[in-house]
């Protein structure tokens, strides 16, 4: 399995931006597909994103489309998520997962997962 490791989170104002990564280690990051998910307290984990192992697909949810980017560079081993205008909607503990196929929106097909790194927007 992959590990990996989300930072970047914290509390920000409403329009404001983050940029979250998620380091991995372990087997071959480049590898696998990479998604984001996010989960509200009192929700269910949703996707947001996902960007296939090269980089050269991606896929977002309808509510973070021309807001969001993924991106990863295999050469750290990392994979991101730029957050432009942040709205309260968006606070969430935000959560990293690898797959090995190409395209699943539900976490049930993701395989290794991070611990999430809280994301606060104030309005």
């Known amino acids: 399995q992959v590990q990996l490791v989300e930072s970047g989170g914290g509390l920000v104002q409403a329009g404001g931006s983050l940029r979250l990564s998620c380091a991995a280690s372990?087997?071959?990051?480049?590898?696998?597909?990479m998604g984001w998910f996010r989960q509200a307290p009192g929700k269910e984990r949703e996707f947001v994103a996902a960007?296939?192992?090269?980089?050269?697909?991606?896929y977002y949810t309808d509510s973070v489309k021309g807001r969001f980017t993924i991106s990863r560079d295999n050469t750290v081993n990392t994979a991101y998520l730029q957050m432009n205008s942040l709205k309260p909607e968006d606070t969430a503990v935000y959560y990293c997962?690898?797959?090995?196929?190409?395209?699943?929106?539900?976490?049930?097909?993701?395989?290794?997962w991070g611990q999430g790194t809280h994301v606060t927007v104030s309005s």
């Open positions: 960007i296939s192992w090269t980089g050269a697909m991606t």
């Open positions: 372990g087997r071959t990051f480049s590898n696998y597909h």
């Open positions: 997962a690898t797959a090995t196929y190409w395209l699943f929106l539900t976490p049930n097909k993701y395989d290794s």
